[in-house]
Each structure stands twice: as C-alpha cells, then as structure tokens.
C-alpha cells in the first residue's frame, strides 16, 4: 500500500512540475509558426496518421525554424524505425547542436 502511495503521489507531483513541449521549445527561442507546425505533427501521430504526414509536418517545423530540436529528434526517430540509421544519425546530430 505504501509503494502505491508513493507511486501516486510521484505521478501527481511530476504532473504538476513538468513543462510542456511549448514550454521548452519557447525557452529556447523557436519561433511560433515552428511550434505550430511541430503541434500539427504531434496531433497527426496521437490520431496514428501516416508517418508520411507527420514526417511532413515536422520538416515544416524545421524549416519555419532550423533550431526546433524536437521536430529534429522526431524526424531522425522516423528514420530510425524504417531503417535508415545515417538520415536518422545526421538528425540526431543537427538536434543536437
């Protein structure tokens, strides 16, 4: 019982003290048409939209703003799963940066 009380209370307070994406994706000065974009990706994936669609939507973050790390990430994370280690390592790099 214990360990459900500290699993709860470790989910509530994670809850309230985590930032958004926005959050982190402001801070660092991305523009808001990048973030926009970078949303239009997310929301296409919650609804398992075409990796195709996605894909689109997150290399039209990158290219309002060529800082957005996130839509980078996600892009290199596209490539990774069909298989293509070196697009998806030069994404993981340019993320980075």
Do not use: C, W
Request: no cysteine; aromatic share 10%; net charge positive.
């Amino acid at each position: 019982m214990k360990k459900l009380i500290i699993i709860l209370l470790f989910i509530i307070t994670s809850g309230i003290f985590s930032k958004t994406n926005d959050v982190f994706l402001h801070e660092f000065g991305i523009s808001d048409k990048s973030i926009e974009y970078y949303n239009k990706a997310l929301n296409i994936k919650s609804m398992n939209g075409e990796n195709n669609e996605i894909r689109n939507a997150y290399r039209g973050a990158v290219k309002e703003d060529v800082r957005n790390y996130l839509a980078l990430d996600e892009l290199g994370n596209i490539a990774r799963m069909e298989g293509n280690i070196q697009e998806a390592g030069n994404y993981y790099l340019k993320s980075m940066r």
